[in-house]
Structures are given as structure tokens and as C-alpha cells.
């Protein structure tokens, strides 16, 4: 059975808020069960930090999620176990254990302290989402349409070059596309859209260009793709425009109101999640469409520089007949409906980001 790597989810939020992966966890897209059933091998835990976040707090904040993982991997060893290293999936694929990684999702989260990246390294964090939905004093995002310094300024690029040195892979999600294009010209290592999609299908900020996705795969990166139906289908996407607008910022009030009380936020989400379902239930968008943005940027570059980046428990919603983790082996299947070789299934499964860690990794 081809084990899955999926690059992104934001379970860290269950852990948090005191639920059990391998017991029952209200609304929970990633479970121990769903991810033994969905022959995922390794799963990233995206730990991440809000910038409504004081940032005096910031790399606190990360690192308590941090050392949560780390507790929660100690607690569970029978099911789960913590890595960093590239050849340990390499080594463990074949055992019945879930293997974690840890990304930080928010470069807010470094509170401009470039010796706070060597700390992360330390804690096993295997990749930093540069930016999230609002600008950094050094990156820009795209999350909002002015990008002062454009792109990156001279401390964002020593930041890449810090990575690039300890072997922290550099995630391009969510950045503005100056800063996309600073990145590429900065980096010396491999990049990954830890989970984005292609803009020639549907048409939004938070997804890639065709020249953004021909970018990744000449520098050797990759991209996981979101299973988020307003990052999949046009129709939803406007959809959300039409109906949520609204609705989503909810979200910066969440974040306020519940920063010291994770088991409040998760309930606050589940009624955002539950909210924007009720307004968007005309609304059908079906796993087919994962499968589309593989094959466009399958078309574009290849197959070498495509992987899975679900964001679950980061998303309010999923196409229709997608819980969880347990989907893969469907979307296997529906890749070889569709003609894709299971040299080219395995490498989109798990072989293509084994080889971005690889060609990022510091002893």
C-alpha cells in the first residue's frame, strides 16, 4: 500500500484543545483511525500563530504548540512518533506507526529574531510558512493587496537564507507574489506550496499562477494541494465572495476573544465551519476537482513537484464525500482513472517531498 505524506494540516488545534486522536474527536478531520485508513504514513502537524498575536507573544506561542506535539508524540508512541529527518520516513514507511513533522504556518511567529529559526530547528520544525493573511514587517502576503517594501526586504531575505543554511524548508503559501518572486531569486534550496493550488482553475489569490508553478519546478520544489472547495472550484469560490464575505472576519475576532482559551476556540470554529456550510449548501464541489489541479499542473511540469497538502482541520468545509483523512486511497484510484501510473502516484503520494526534505536537509 502506498503510504501517504500529507504536508499540512492544523490538528495541532484538537491537540490543544484536549482531544485524543486515537479516541473521538468532535468534528476532527485527522484521527488515528481516519489516518490508518487512509494509509497516510506521515502527517504535518502546522503549528499555527495568529498575527493578532501580540508579538511579544509570538514565539511563545509557537513553541508551546510545539512542545505539545512533542508531549502528545511521547504520550502515544504505541500510534505515533515524532520525526525530522527525511530518512526516517524513508526507514519507517513500512511499520504501522503515523509519522509527524512539525511546520510553523506564520513567519510572524519569529518575532523578527533570526537566532528564534535556530531555536525552531532545534524543536524539529521541518518547514515555515512564510506569511499568513496579513503582511509581516519583512514579507508580504497574499491576504492583502498592498505589498509595502515589495515583496521581501533585506531581512526577509537573510531569513530565507537562514533556512536555506539550517534546512528548514521555505514555504511560499499565502505570500503576495512579489514576495514570491523575491524568494525565488533568494533561495538556493527547494521551495514548497505547502498547500496551494493552480489559479488556472480557480481563479484566487491564494493559489499559483502557471508561471509561479513553471518557478517551483525549475528551483526542484513542490506543491501540496488544498483540499478547500474556495481554493478548487470557481463556482464556490464566488460563492464565498457572494454569500461569506461577511462571515470571515469572524475569524480575527475568534482569534482575540479565545487566544488564552484553545477548547472556546475550536467550539467557535466548529459554528463558523457550521455557519458558512448552512450558507454555501447550494454549493456541490466533489473530489474530482483535487484531481483536476493535479492534472493541470501535471501538464504544466510533470508529475515530480506535486504532492498533498489537505489543510485539514484548517478548513470550515470539504468536498462532498471528503471527512478526513480516510479519502486517499478514493483519490488514488480516481488518479488512475485518469491515467496516472503508480510510478507517478507514488511520487505525488510521498516521493516528491521525501526528495524537497532530502535536498533541504542539514545534518
Known amino acids: ?3 501517504i505524506i500529507d504536508l499540512h494540516c492544523d490538528t495541532v488545534g484538537q491537540l490543544q484543545a484536549g482531544h485524543d486522536l486515537a479516541g473521538s474527536v468532535p468534528a476532527g478531520h485527522v484521527t488515528l483511525d481516519r489516518l490508518q485508513r487512509g494509509g497516510v504514513g506521515t502527517q504535518v502537524f502546522a503549528c499555527f500563530v495568529s498575527s493578532e498575536v501580540p508579538q511579544i507573544d509570538a514565539f511563545r506561542r509557537a513553541v508551546e ?3 505539545n506535539i512533542h508531549t502528545y508524540c511521547e504520550d502515544t508512541s504505541q500510534h505515533f512518533r515524532l520525526i525530522d529527518k527525511p530518512s526516517e ?37 521541518c518547514y515555515i510558512t512564510l506569511t499568513h493573511s496579513k503582511h509581516l514587517s519583512w514579507a508580504a502576503s497574499s491576504g492583502e493587496s498592498h505589498a509595502p517594501g515589495n515583496g521581501l526586504n533585506k531581512f526577509g531575505k537573510k531569513v530565507i537564507n537562514a533556512m536555506n543554511e539550517l534546512g528548514i524548508i521555505v514555504d511560499i503559501s499565502h505570500v503576495h507574489e512579489s514576495t514570491f518572486w523575491d524568494v525565488m531569486k533568494t533561495t538556493k534550496r527547494p521551495v514548497i506550496a505547502s498547500h496551494s493550488n493552480a489559479r488556472a482553475v480557480c481563479n484566487t489569490v491564494r493559489n499559483l499562477s502557471n508561471d509561479q508553478i513553471k518557478a517551483i519546478a ?28 461577511d462571515l470571515f472576519a469572524e475569524l480575527d475576532r475568534i482569534e482575540k476573544t479565545y487566544m488564552e482559551d484553545p477548547a472556546g476556540k475550536s467550539r467557535a470554529l466548529q459554528m463558523f465551519a457550521q455557519e ?16 483536476d489541479h493535479i492534472c493541470h499542473i501535471a501538464g504544466l511540469v510533470g508529475t515530480g513537484h506535486i504532492g498533498f497538502g489537505s489543510d485539514f482541520d484548517g478548513v470550515p468545509a470539504l468536498p462532498t464525500g471528503i471527512y478526513g483523512s480516510d479519502i486517499y486511497p478514493a483519490l488514488l484510484d480516481g488518479m488512475r482513472v485518469r491515467n496516472f501510473s503508480n510510478e507517478d502516484i507514488e511520487k505525488i503520494a510521498a516521493g516528491n517531498f521525501i526528495r524537497v526534505m532530502k535536498e533541504n536537509y542539514s545534518d
Open 276 to 291: 458558512l456550510q448552512k450558507r454555501m449548501q447550494e454549493y456541490a464541489v466533489y473530489p474530482d476537482r483535487i484531481i
Open 1 to 3: 500500500m502506498i503510504k
Open 65 to 67: 504548540m510545539i512542545e
Open 218 to 245: 525549475r528551483n526542484g520544489g513542490m506543491i501540496g494541494i488544498n483540499f478547500f472547495p474556495g481554493f478548487l472550484d470557481p463556482t464556490y469560490a464566488l460563492g464565498l465572495k457572494t454569500h461569506c464575505s
Open 89 to 125: 520516513i524513508d526507514r519507517h514507511e513500512t511499520d504501522q506507526k503515523i509519522n509527524i513533522l512539525i511546520a510553523v504556518e506564520n513567519g510572524y511567529a519569529l518575532g523578527n529574531n533570526l537566532k528564534n529559526l535556530e531555536r525552531l530547528k532545534e524543536k524539529k520544525v
